[in-house]
């Protein structure tokens, strides 16, 4: 019998590029409360930007990030979601190690994409280029209905 994972892990080398994407993203000083709902987002968009780019990597090392605890309903949705599309199987979610392995392996590659988007030098921030992009997508979905 699988054990049921109590968090969601990283690499533990994309560590340091989790901190610098908070900092390019999420400017200001934050406590601790509000860092952990910070990292919790910062993780599931990681995990949709490798998603959205169809790249996923192993983890290495991996060290503990996000205690399963503090994903919302939403969050679980999301995580379940992208299991499913994965594998084509809606069997998946009888195993959580296996639901939780995706999302961590696409948040492994999407940390990079995305970090490696913020540190681009491209004029413009991150956040309004991807603005920018769901626009774009959004009236492309309501241009079909």
């Known amino acids: 019998m699988n054990k049921v994972p109590d968090r969601l892990y990283i690499d ?29 987002d910062q993780f599931l968009l990681a995990m949709a930007i490798g998603f959205k ?27 379940n979601a992208i299991a499913i599309y994965d594998t084509g199987s809606i069997e998946v979610l009888l195993d959580k190690q296996k639901v939780f392995s995706i999302a ?28 920018k992009d769901l626009f774009e997508k959004y009236k492309g979905l309501k241009n079909r209905l």
């Open 12 to 40: 533990e080398n994309d560590r340091k590029l989790y901190d610098e994407v908070i900092e390019e993203i999420f400017r200001g000083k934050i406590g601790d409360e509000e860092k952990r709902w910070e990292r919790k």
């Open 53 to 79: 780019n169809e790249v996923r990597r192993p983890l290495k090392k991996k060290e503990g990030f996000i205690r399963k605890e503090y994903l919302k309903p939403e969050d679980k949705a999301l995580i």
């Open 104 to 131: 961590e392996e696409y948040a492994h590659a999407g940390i990079r994409i995305l970090h490696g988007e913020i540190k681009s030098g491209e004029p413009g921030s991150y956040l309004k280029k991807l603005e």
